[in-house]
Every structure is written in C-alpha cells, then in structure tokens.
C-alpha cells in the first residue's frame, strides 16, 4: 500500500494517515473512529461534537490503559484544526476516519458511506479502508511543454510539485524556440477526407527530433535522480508528437504505456489531476485482477492459502505478498507469536479482530491487500492469500 509523507505522528500534528503509518507499530490503545460525515457546512460542524461522543462511548475499553478517554479527546481537539483545513479529495465524501494512539494521530476522508462505530485494540482497525480507498495510489505526471518541465507527485489526496535537479526549465528555453517557431505549423487540409479532420500538423523533421532525443536525455537524467528508489508509475503529459520521442529517451522502468495528450499549460490543475486519476484508477483495477489472478493459478499449492490461522502466522512472519478480505466479514481471536493461533466463536476479552491483524500484518511488511466480495472467496473461507514462496501447510502451534 501506499508508503508516502503525509503520515505523522500526534505529536508533529495530525494529517492524512497512509497505509504504512497505519499499519505501523504504535503504542495500543489504537483508537479507531468511523464517521458517516455527510456533506455540508452544518455536517461538517458537527462532526468533532459526534466523535467526542463516540469517544465517550468507548470509555469501558480504555479503562486501565495507557490513554484515557481525556487523553484521547484532548489529542482529538488539539489536530482537528488539521482536519478541518483539510479538504477531502472527493467533492461528495461521505465518511471520516479518525486514529488515535499515544503517539500517533491521523485521518482519512473516505469516498463511501461508513456506520458510525469506534474501535479500541492493540493495532489500528483498517478493515473498512481497502474497499473505499485505493491501495499503491501514489503516481507522478512528467509535464512536458514548451513553458514547463514539471514533475508531479499525486495520490487520491492531490497532486504537489517535485523538485528537478539539473533540468532544463522548458522546452522553448533549451531548444531557444527553434523547434516551436518553425516546426509544427499548421494548414488547413483541401480534401475532403482531412477536412473533416480540420487542421493537420508537420511532425518534427529529423534534425529536431534529435534535438529533442537530446533533450528529453537531459530531462529524463533529472527524473530518473529524482525517482530513485521509486516503483510508483510515471505518466506522460505533453502533445500528441512528444510522447513517442520522449519514450525513445526515457529510462525509469516505470513509465506508463497510456498519456495524458495534449498541452499540459492548456490544462487547470483539476483537469491535469482528473485525466491522471483516471489512468491510475485503470492500472489499480489491473492489479487487483492480476494479483488475484496469481492466487487463481496457485491454488491448492503451497504458494496459497485460504486458511485463516495458516494465512495469519505467514504475515506474521512477513510471508504474505497478496491478502485478499472481504469487507464487512469478522473473525476474533488472537496471535501468540511466533505461530500461536486462537479462532474463538464469539469475541472474548483480550481479543483482536483476525481479518484486520492479517491486513495489518501483511502492510507492515510491504504486502498489499485486497477488498474482494465473500463469493469471490473459496466456498466457506474469509480470507486468500498468495505467499512470498512456498508454505507448509501445517502451522506450528495452531489450535
């Protein structure tokens, strides 16, 4: 899932929570709060009031432990001022998930409709988010024009501006307008086949194109630098005729087959952010069906599991590579490390919710989880998995 800046800990101020911060280990009681928000200023005034009140209704689970129900309501009001200058990433949120910890507190405007519930256990509860938040949702957009070369940085919250070392400014600088005073020129087309097509545009002679080849070398050395490390995907906005130049000189192995054409300083933000959104939300969908199409193929080896205790004590170990859980489905109980596994019929004191220490599990250690319907699971299972490498299929110590 998502391992990016703008998780942090309560103590820096509360801001948008990301996967990894979440699944992070931090000092229990976790408090978990879902909130059906609504949209609207009168909603949205009442939202601190209700979490207060579902704070207070948690107070019996915080009894005994390290955060009081004071504790918990004076860190909510002192990094509200964060929420409340937030602004949600979708137009029409319909939910709000608070989480509290000791030294943690974080956020998230969720796109769907949540109940009203708070949590307390010794992990934060993330079951809810996989199905309304997209995972791995960091990407980049490389801006090429004739004004700007810009490097973006984007998830579901927004995009924001990378730094470029050692990178021409533009186009039309490094190039000293050559390419975009004399190339490129438009006519209008005589016959009637081009004229439904209106105006018809040169392609770049050779001499330019290696002009550009140069170019975009100089430019692809400055994003490549500021990638380094990065696997997130790379999308390409520039008119139609530089993207297959640039592809020519790019180097990050990451780039994506689709782009964004046309001019990008003829697009708003929003509308840069939308057309991005858009190819990120296709490659996510691609993901999800590939990774559980591995699944698919390895059934009944093993390199899967549906077996919750077995699933559980791999991602504890770190085992897990793709978990896939159904939304709404529990499973309480508990894990004695190293490969100790409780299932009981009914919660009991003490107990964590299974499917949500799986999920935690399986993102502490870089695995990526998957919403899916219960009838995409095999009949009578609440949990799939697709492990790192082969796993044997007795687990030491499960009872």
């Known amino acids: 899932m998502a391992t990016d800046t703008y998780a ?3 103590k820096e101020g509360g801001k948008e929570a990301t996967y990894a911060a979440l699944a992070a280990e931090h000092r229990p009681p976790c408090i978990s709060i879902y909130l059906a928000s609504g949209v609207g200023t009168e909603v949205a005034n009442q939202q601190l009031p209700r979490l207060r ?15 009081s129900v004071q504790d918990a309501e004076a860190l909510l009001t002192s990094n509200w ?35 009203d519930c708070v949590v307390v256990g010794s992990e934060f509860f993330v079951r809810p988010l996989p199905s309304l938040l997209p995972a791995d949702d960091r990407f980049f957009i490389l801006t090429l024009s004739q004004k700007h070369v810009k490097l973006l940085e984007g998830s579901r919250r927004g995009l924001r501006e990378q730094t470029l070392r050692a990178t021409p400014e533009s186009l039309h600088k490094d190039l000293e307008g050559h390419f975009f005073e004399r190339q490129y020129q438009m006519h209008t087309a005589s016959s009637p086949a081009s004229a439904q097509k209106g105006a018809v545009f040169h392609g770049p002679s050779l001499r330019d194109k290696d002009r550009l080849i140069h170019f975009f ?7 490549t630098e500021a990638l380094k490390g990065q696997q997130a995907p790379l999308i390409l906005a520039a008119v139609d005729y530089l993207v297959p130049i ?6 990050y ?21 939308g057309s991005a959104w858009k190819i990120i939300e296709q490659e996510l969908s691609k993901a999800a069906a590939s990774a559980f199409s591995v699944y698919n193929q390895h059934m009944n080896t093993p390199l899967t599991s549906s077996n919750l205790r077995e699933t559980l004590a791999a991602a504890h170990r770190g085992l897990v590579r793709f978990l896939f859980i159904p939304s709404t489905a529990e499973r309480w109980g508990s894990l004695t ?3 100790t596994v409780h299932v009981h019929s009914a919660r009991e004191p003490g107990d964590s919710e299974l499917l949500n220490l799986a999920a935690i599990l399986t993102l502490r250690h870089g ?5 899916v319907p219960q009838a995409q699971l095999r009949e009578g299972a609440d949990i799939a998995a697709v492990f790192r490498y082969a796993v044997g299929s007795q687990v030491a110590g499960a009872v």
């Open 8 to 10: 942090t800990g309560a």
């Open 53 to 67: 009140s579902l704070l207070r209704a948690a107070g019996p689970s915080l009894e005994s432990s390290a955060l």
């Open 81 to 115: 001022h964060a929420v409340e200058e937030s602004q949600p990433p979708h137009p029409t949120a319909e939910g709000l998930a608070v989480f509290i910890s000791r030294d943690f507190f974080g956020f998230s405007h969720l796109p769907g409709a949540v109940a």
């Open 217 to 223: 070398r100089d430019v692809d050395k400055g994003v």
């Open 246 to 251: 640039y592809r020519e000189a790019n180097t």
């Open 253 to 273: 192995p990451h780039l994506l087959d689709r782009a964004i054409v046309g001019s990008p300083d003829l697009l708003p933000p929003n509308k840069l952010y």
């Open 337 to 339: 490390p190293p490969e």
């Open 367 to 371: 695995g990526h989880v998957y919403a």
